[in-house]
């Protein structure tokens, strides 16, 4: 244990050092952090040139420095849009973690310890040279014994310790953060914390990915222009994973006048697999770049790379179907209203201006044709004004926000000519048929009748119940104010400071009282009357260190402090 407290000191020291090396000392000064490197003179100066690059960068820079952890952290919140300002998940979303790859021998070594026999049981060969290598893990091509071409993602040794220590500081940084960063409060710091740590030991665990990839499958059985690798269960556990090898190009790789690619259908393809993962399977794909999507025969996708996945419910796909189908149409009270429904505000917000402020960023795309529309920059400021409005967003909202970007960034590149609006239009309206059809048991419209059914059955008997209370004097209203509590928490540290206050005069009046009547000394001096004295220096001193200073320590406020 003290070993383990010593390391983590050390390393909490280094993470000090590193923030104010990049330009974030200010930070350090104003939390219990800069304890750690001896206050203001313990930490390093930001270097000139540094000074000149904007902080998204070496935001940027920061992390890399920091080591894996944060690496992967930072590509996290490049998927958070609804956390961080548009200039800093552009900029992490080019964060790559590449290292230098670990042998031959190390890599053997891991699948053995995870297999529990050498490598050469199960592998005819395994190419030594990394496809690709990151972080956490790097994969290999290999060859079963019975010929099946696959690749082996294997995770680096000793990774997982260090990873969940650095987890352990980074909750402790976001409590700090909690206390002195003014807008962590629209999101508790430790609760995302909390979530990031879930997704990096999720990460580490490689048959959640199996999972994914089994899952996404069965989703895609039906849809024959969709290809997932498929996984081996036999040689795949939690520190290796091996599946089957998709040989193909990267979608945005596509020659233009090639005729064995058709990129308008590729591109039609990728819209109707988007709209189906999200409306249908309620399963989509969290991290869609090009890299993760290759092109096989016959036009077919084959999707890569599952660590990340989005996961909605019935009514999260119905949401956003009215959302997208809002959006098409410019409604803004049906935008504001969903937005502050599925949000979760920080604080009661003013609807009326909210709406209104929705129909300015609206405004700004009104009498283009959809075609003319930028998608990515009208959802960007969508959620910067939940942001504004300190609306929590839901993270899976968040998540597919920046998925959708992401492909229509694809989708621009390889069909620069196609209208990604409104190619996606009739999907939306075939959806909001199909969930309000009368004909259909699973659609929408029943449910609608049973809960007007429900309210017609309820609302009779919540009335008369508060008929009979009002009638029995048993009615009563709870009123929630913060100013009261507020109010409440000023006269109690009041009372305490005067409670303080009257025992040090009493010291004081005794220690004077001991010191005429009974001058017990110890080498000349009187004991007594010094530790009344003592005592009474030590309360009024506690009490005006609390009066001057608990409360008063403005937060920091990031978005005023960026724009600088």
């Known amino acids: 244990m003290l070993k383990k407290a010593t390391a983590d000191l050390a390393r909490l020291r280094t993470i000090a050092r590193v923030m104010a090396r990049h330009g974030f000392g200010e930070w350090i000064e104003r939390t219990r952090l800069g304890a750690l490197v001896g206050g203001r003179r313990g930490l390093p100066k930001l270097a000139p040139e540094e000074q000149r690059v904007s902080t998204a960068r070496r935001f940027r820079n920061l992390l890399v420095e920091l080591g894996p952890t944060f690496v992967k952290v930072g590509q996290i919140l490049s998927a958070r849009p609804d956390i961080l300002p548009t200039t800093f998940t552009d900029e992490l979303a080019g964060l790559q973690d590449a290292v230098p790859p670990i042998s031959a021998a190390e890599m053997r070594a891991q699948i053995a310890a995870a297999l529990g026999a050498p490598a050469e049981e199960f592998f005819a060969s395994i190419d030594d040279t990394p496809l690709a290598s990151a972080s956490i893990a790097q994969v290999h091509r290999a060859v079963l014994k019975t010929g099946e071409r696959v690749v082996i993602k294997v995770q680096r040794p000793g990774i997982a310790p260090t990873i969940r220590a650095d987890l352990d500081l980074l909750i402790y940084l976001a409590k700090i953060l909690e206390r002195s960063v003014a807008e962590v409060g629209i999101y508790s710091a430790s609760e995302v914390a909390r979530e990031f740590e879930r997704a990096l030991l999720s990460e580490l665990d490689f048959t959640n990915e199996a999972n994914n990839l089994r899952a996404f499958a069965r989703a895609a059985a039906k849809r024959e222009f969709i290809v997932l690798p498929k996984v081996h269960d036999a040689l795949t556990r939690k520190t290796i994973l091996t599946m089957e090898e998709l040989i193909g190009i990267k979608i945005t790789d596509v020659p233009k006048d090639s005729p064995d690619y058709d990129r308008a259908l590729l591109a039609s393809r990728l819209v109707e697999e988007g709209f189906t993962e999200v409306f249908e399977d309620g399963l989509f794909h969290g991290?869609?770049?090009?890299?993760?999507?290759?092109?096989?025969?016959?036009?077919?996708?084959?999707?890569?790379?599952?660590?990340?996945?989005?996961?909605?419910?019935?009514?999260?796909?119905?949401?956003?179907?009215?959302?997208?189908?809002?959006?098409?149409?410019?409604?803004?009270?049906?935008?504001?209203?969903l937005i502050y429904k599925v949000g979760v505000p920080d604080e009661r917000i003013n609807l009326s201006r909210f709406r209104?402020?929705?129909h300015e960023v609206l405004d700004r795309y009104l009498g283009l044709q959809l075609a003319e529309v930028d998608s990515p920059m009208l959802l960007r400021d969508l959620l910067d004004l939940a942001m504004r409005y300190r609306i929590r967003v839901p993270k899976e909202f968040a998540l597919l926000s920046k998925s959708s970007i992401t492909l229509e960034g694809i989708l621009r590149r390889i069909a620069p000519e196609m209208d990604v609006a409104a190619a996606a239009l009739p999907h939306s309206?075939?959806?909001?048929?199909?969930?309000?059809?009368?004909?259909?048991l699973s659609g929408g419209f029943f449910k609608m009748l049973l809960t007007l059914q429900g309210l017609v059955q309820d609302v009779p008997t919540q009335v008369a119940q508060i008929l009979m209370d009002l009638e029995g004097g048993k009615f009563s209203v709870r009123m929630i104010a913060p100013e009261l509590a507020s109010i409440d928490r000023h006269i109690k540290a009041l009372g305490v400071i005067i409670f303080m206050g009257l025992i040090a005069s009493g010291l004081i009046i005794g220690s004077f009282t001991l010191l005429a009547h009974y001058p017990w000394e110890w080498r000349g001096l009187p004991v007594l009357a010094l530790l009344g004295l003592a005592s009474a220096a030590w309360l009024f001193g506690a009490a005006v260190t609390w009066y001057l200073f608990s409360g008063r320590l403005k937060k920091i406020h990031v978005r005023r402090w960026l724009k600088k």
Not at 305 to 317: A, E, F, H, P
Not at 429 to 440: A, D, V
């Open 356 to 358: 209104s402020d929705i």
């Open 287 to 337: 991290d869609p770049h090009p890299g993760n999507i290759l092109v096989l025969p016959g036009n077919k996708l084959g999707l890569l790379d599952l660590g990340l996945v989005g996961r909605l419910s019935k009514s999260m796909q119905e949401t956003i179907i009215v959302l997208v189908m809002a959006i098409a149409l410019r409604d803004a009270d049906t935008l504001a209203r």
């Open 429 to 440: 309206k075939r959806l909001m048929l199909e969930r309000y059809n009368p004909r259909s």
